[in-house]
């Protein structure tokens, strides 16, 4: 759907936010010593200090406990969403979609399930495809759910990508509003395929099958792989007039957003985008060194820091800001 497609304003709100963070806590420490870097490595080229891992836990469950906690903060009732959207990039299994399964923790019965995957920009996508149906009449009530189980596909022989990522759960509650007091004001999504093989996982799917697995010979085209360099290289060559295409060119830009929350890629990354588009640093807010990168639950969780913190407000805007394996760039722009 293209930002032409969609009349914008949308009238919605974000109603509610939760998370799930595992407890299993992961320092840069660790890393360093599973990678066999020497200590402060991991630190130093991600600026992570710790991560959360999953351990034995699934997606769904992580996603309902998320949930659970977004329906605990708002007034709907009995009543489950007319929709629920997962936006995470890890499947739990090939299928059913993780929405389904999701839904199926949540004991819900009715509720339409789909997913999508934009990897790292999934939250992005599905608010994107959201706002049209909330547009379109056909649901009031829509959850985006994205949960994130990374740490399953580690490649401890590229200690950069290994050290990035990390686990974590979160889901954003939207209704539509008559009232406009929330809006979603429009987005922008492009993907640049002669990046598409610089960020991917080769095996697991129907070009390299999971029956095709011979552990200690090709296990590592199951595990996930980034050339860094290259990703941001691309990103930085079309960052900036991707973001003019949402929100104009010049400094006034960002006299009208409040907030920018990015996808937490890594901290030199995020540096870089916010000294190249020069926004404010009062304005961008950023928890890697906490969190890591929790692919496509990184921008919601983000969020949901910035409602607990009490510094964003209702009628205040956002703009939502990342890139994916693609290579794709991704912005939302919304009144809180």
Not at 85 to 94: D, E, H, K, L, N
Request: charged share 20%; proline share 6%; with cysteine.
């Amino acid at each position: 759907m293209s930002p032409a497609a969609l009349r914008c304003p949308v009238s919605l709100r974000i109603a509610a936010t939760g998370r799930y963070l595992p407890p299993r806590v992961v320092t840069s420490e660790e890393i360093d010593a599973r990678t066999g870097m020497p200590c402060g490595w991991t630190r130093a080229h991600t600026g992570i200090l710790e991560r959360r891992y999953a351990e034995e836990l699934t997606a769904a469950h992580m996603g309902e406990r998320a949930l659970r906690a977004a329906l605990g903060a708002v007034d709907w009732g009995e009543r489950p969403p007319d929709l629920l959207i997962s936006g995470a990039g890890t499947p739990q299994q090939p299928i059913p979609c993780n929405a389904a399964l999701v839904a199926s923790a949540m004991g819900w019965r009715g509720v339409a399930c789909f997913d999508v995957n934009a990897t790292c920009l999934g939250f992005v996508a599905a608010l994107q495809v959201a706002a049209g149906l909330i547009a379109s009449g056909a649901y009031a009530r829509i959850a985006i759910v994205c949960s994130e189980i990374a740490s399953s596909g580690l490649n401890w022989k590229e200690p950069e990508s290994a050290g990035l990522m990390g686990d974590g759960a979160a889901a954003v509650l939207l209704e539509s509003c008559a009232d406009g007091s929330g809006a979603f004001l429009g987005s922008v999504l492009e993907t640049s395929p002669e990046g598409a093989n610089l960020t991917e996982i080769r095996g697991g799917g129907t070009a390299l099958h999971a029956t095709a697995h011979r552990p200690g010979e090709n296990t590592e085209e199951y595990l996930f792989h980034m050339n860094g360099p290259a990703v941001f290289r691309l990103a930085s060559a079309k960052i900036e007039p991707f973001v003019a295409r949402l929100i104009g060119t010049g400094e006034r830009r960002w006299e009208s957003i409040d907030w920018v929350v990015p996808h937490q890629a890594s901290l030199p990354a995020l540096l870089h985008i916010r000294r190249r588009l020069r926004i404010p640093a009062a304005k961008f807010v950023e928890n890697i060194g906490r969190m890591g990168n929790v692919i496509a639950a990184s921008i919601p969780l983000t969020l949901h820091e910035l409602i607990l913190s009490g510094r964003l407000q209702r009628g205040q805007t956002i703009l939502f800001l990342g890139s994916s394996a693609g290579f794709s760039l991704g912005a939302a722009l919304i009144r809180y």
